[in-house]
């Protein structure tokens, strides 16, 4: 099974600022890493796939990048909406696909 | 704009087997193109992936739930199912249904939660 583990646990940023997220896979996933983002009582919002490709709909101050075992979520710069965690997924393995811990964002 | 809804009888004593429906709109699972996922979330906790069934009824499961888990799918109603035996209250948890679009989480249920108690 492939390890997917998110940094920090939590993050506290303020509004306008530039939040960024880690993920670290304990084996390479090419790059076949996607990042969600759920909110209270909602289910996952798939935000980035492919490691770097926005999702229909997503905006651009979400950015990912890396390959490999590294990679990152951007926010350029929170809005009151992205408070929120965000889980990492690898797809590289489907046996089984793994979730990252996730990362919370909260207002600083 | 594909729509899911997860449901279910309820609570669940011990012992016995969950059972969750996916009804599936705007889409058919018939569809080759996408695999239809369960994922789960315990309280306060993170996702697990449980497994999914692919147009053709071939399935795969999580390792860790292998044991107990069935996918299954009724295409005449656009629905797929998951049974899962012999729970504990380590299943508690809400429940999703996702279409899986070359591995990724696209579409999703807005979760159901099924509390396993005697």
């Known amino acids: 099974e492939i390890v997917m583990t998110q940094s920090p646990a939590t993050l506290s940023v303020s509004p306008g600022e530039r939040a960024t997220l880690s993920c670290r896979a304990s084996?390479?996933?090419?790059?076949?890493l996607a990042w969600y983002q759920q909110k209270p009582g909602q289910a996952p919002r798939l935000l980035i796939y492919?490691?770097?490709t926005r999702a229909t709909g997503i905006p651009a101050r979400f950015s990912g990048s890396g390959s490999g075992t590294e990679f990152t979520l951007t926010i350029s710069s929170l809005q009151s909406e992205d408070f929120a965690v965000y889980y990492c997924?690898?797809?590289?393995?489907?046996?089984?696909?793994?979730f990252g811990g996730g990362t919370k964002v909260e207002i600083k | 704009q594909v729509q899911l809804q997860e449901s279910g009888p309820g609570p669940v004593k011990p012992s016995q087997t969950l059972s969750l429906t996916c009804t599936v709109s705007?889409?058919?699972?018939?569809?080759?193109?996408?695999?239809w996922s369960w994922i789960r979330q315990p309280a306060g906790k993170g996702l697990e992936w449980i497994g999914h069934?692919?147009?053709?009824?071939?399935?795969n499961y999580n390792p860790s739930l292998k044991s107990r888990v069935t996918i299954s799918a009724d295409t005449s109603k656009n629905q797929f199912s998951l049974d899962l035996t012999s729970v504990t209250a380590a299943d508690t948890a809400v429940y999703y249904c996702?279409?899986?679009?070359?591995?990724?989480?696209?579409?999703w249920g807005q979760g159901t939660l099924v509390t396993v108690s005697s």
């Open positions: 084996q390479s996933v090419s790059r076949n």
């Open positions: 492919d490691a770097s």
């Open positions: 705007g889409g058919s699972i018939s569809s080759g193109s996408y695999y």
């Open positions: 069934i692919f147009s053709s009824g071939s399935t």
């Open positions: 996702a279409r899986t679009a070359v591995g990724t989480l696209d579409y």
């Open positions: 997924q690898q797809y590289n393995n489907w046996s089984p696909v793994t």
